[in-house]
């Protein structure tokens, strides 16, 4: 059997593009902002997860008769609705904060 260093290559490729995404991460300012920032990323990786989880469940296929036998997609999909529930709910807290910010604003009267 010979290794697939296509494959290896374009695993790596991605292991480093989510290395550089948290590095990328760390260097951006903790500011209110960063809920709105994130939430396309956090789309993105709950993508990202599951089409790991589809390469590593074509990996390693055992037989047809037994699927999944470590629950690993459902576990993935799991792991992804809580990754946009928790982006969801981050974007609320935002909007709310906002709207806070909006309405302690004093409105300037005339005369």
């Given amino acids: 059997m010979e290794k697939d260093e296509a494959a290896s290559q374009l695993a790596r490729q991605a292991s480093e593009a989510l290395a550089g995404l948290l590095e990328h991460e760390r260097t951006q300012p903790p500011d209110g902002d960063r809920f709105d920032r994130c939430s396309e990323t ?62 302690a604003t004093p409105v300037p009267r005339a005369g």
Avoid: F, W, Y
């Fill in 42 to 103: 956090l789309d993105e990786l709950a993508r990202a997860l599951m089409t790991i989880v589809e390469v590593v469940d074509h990996c390693t296929a055992n037989s047809p008769v037994e699927e999944d036998p470590d629950g690993l997609t459902q576990k993935a999909r799991d792991l992804a609705t809580a990754i946009v529930r928790r982006r969801n709910s981050l974007l609320a807290e935002s909007a709310a904060a906002r709207l806070h910010v909006v309405r």
